[in-house]
Structure formats: structure tokens, C-alpha cells
């Protein structure tokens, strides 16, 4: 069975510093997607950024960036230049390559961006 | 703009009394989800439809229940809600496709409140 997992129940930084949140997960499947999804308070559920398993390359979303570890089985969100905005739960989740509905999900990150 | 719809945003009933929680769809997405989500927690599957086609996680109690008429829309019927049933329900949607095209897209969630 898969599992993810995220140590960081909480983090708080200064609004402009960079940020990484971290996820580890376990799996004996080669191929499958990751994902950091970004709660905000009262606000819904949006996809910050995917990685396909088979990509090497860290996939980036404007000040969003992820560094894949795949022997590592790590996955970690990086934020560049935080702003106010990014104060939300985030949550990293995986699925298989073959699975049509089931994410994993890990327990989640509450980050506070502070002025 | 294409999008998921939960109405209502928040919901107060009694304990016992049965209510409906609805999500619509302008996607046109094949597979529509059920979440519940305490506070700080991450999303717990409850059941999902594939088409017409009924999926029930096995640890959903029998309290939940779950229509889908028609592709658009869904329906979550709690039979007898209790005090442990107070959450945030979210609805969510996907093509149905395995791979990275299973991407969820989240409504804003139902704020379950149980007296």
C-alpha cells in the first residue's frame, strides 16, 4: 500500500522568503504522479503543481517548484518570493499510473506567510 | 468558465435529520467524487461514480448515501447525521482517464453543521 507522508505540520516565514515543504512517500510502483494541491482558508481546493514519476526533470509553475528525488522517494514543494496569498494547507497526494480515481493523501502543511 | 458547484456552502441540520448536499458540474467530467474533510485533516474518500457506475470506499458507513442522475450533477444523502458527521464535504470531478488527465478539480466544499 501506498502511504505520504508530511513532517511539517506547520511552518511560518516572512512575507518574500522562499519556502520548501517537504513529502515523502512510499511505493513499490514505478510509475505514478505526485501532486501538491494548496488549500486556502474558507477557499477551495486547487492543483499547485504535478511530476510524472517517469519525468526527471522538477516540474515549475511560475514561484512554484518541486524537487523530485525518485530513489529518494521525496518530493518536496519549493515557494520563491511568498506572498500573503500563499498562506493556505497544503496537502501532497499520489496516485498510480493506472488508477482512474484514488489519491493518497499526505496529512498536509499548514504554511502562514507573515507581512 | 468551467467549474465545480456545491450548493449549499454551508448547511445546518439536526441531529437525526436527514439532509442533501449537492455538487454540479460544467466539465463534463466522467468520474465525480465525494470527500469528507475534518478540520486541518485531508480529504477522506467517501465514494465516487464513474459514469453511472457506484463506488463505495469500504469504510463509508451506511449513514452515506450518493445519486448521480445524470452527468452533471451528484447528490450526498446522510440518512441520520450525527455530531460526528459535522465537516466540510467536498466535491470533486475528474475525466476518468488514468495518468496525469485524472487531475481532481475541487468545489468549494459544504459546511456541514450538526446540532
Known amino acids: 500500500a501506498q502511504t505520504v507522508t508530511q513532517s511539517q505540520p506547520e511552518m511560518s516565514v516572512q512575507e518574500a522568503e522562499t519556502v520548501t515543504l517537504s513529502c515523502t512517500y512510499d511505493?513499490?510502483?514505478?510509475?505514478?504522479?505526485l501532486f501538491w494541491y494548496k488549500q486556502p482558508p474558507s477557499r477551495q481546493m486547487i492543483l499547485v503543481i504535478r511530476?510524472?514519476?517517469?519525468k526527471q526533470q522538477n516540474a515549475t509553475e511560475n514561484r512554484f517548484s518541486v524537487n523530485f528525488q525518485k530513489a529518494a522517494k521525496s518530493f518536496s514543494l519549493k515557494i520563491s518570493d511568498s506572498q500573503l496569498g500563499d498562506t493556505a494547507m497544503y496537502f501532497c497526494?499520489?496516485?498510480?499510473?493506472?488508477?482512474?480515481?484514488?489519491?493518497?493523501w499526505g496529512a498536509g502543511t499548514k504554511l502562514i506567510i507573515k507581512p | 468558465d468551467a467549474m465545480v458547484i456545491q450548493n449549499p456552502r454551508y448547511q445546518v441540520t439536526q441531529f437525526g435529520k436527514p439532509v442533501t448536499l449537492s455538487c454540479s458540474q460544467t466539465?463534463?467530467?466522467?468520474?465525480m467524487y465525494w470527500y469528507q474533510q475534518k478540520s486541518s485533516q485531508a480529504p477522506k474518500l467517501l465514494f465516487h461514480?464513474?459514469?453511472?457506475?457506484?463506488?463505495n470506499e469500504a469504510d463509508t458507513p451506511d449513514n452515506f448515501q450518493s445519486r448521480r442522475p445524470n452527468t452533471s450533477f451528484c447528490f450526498l444523502d446522510i440518512r441520520s447525521p450525527g455530531l460526528g458527521d459535522a465537516a466540510m464535504y467536498l466535491c470533486a470531478t475528474s475525466r476518468g482517464a488514468s495518468g496525469r488527465y485524472n487531475e481532481q478539480f475541487f468545489g468549494p466544499g459544504t459546511r456541514l453543521t450538526v446540532l
Open positions: 511530476q510524472e514519476a517517469y
Open positions: 461514480y464513474y459514469d453511472k457506475d457506484f463506488n
Open positions: 497526494a499520489f496516485m498510480k499510473h493506472d488508477s482512474n480515481y484514488q489519491l493518497i
Open positions: 511505493t513499490s510502483e514505478s510509475n505514478y504522479y
Open positions: 466539465l463534463n467530467h466522467n468520474v
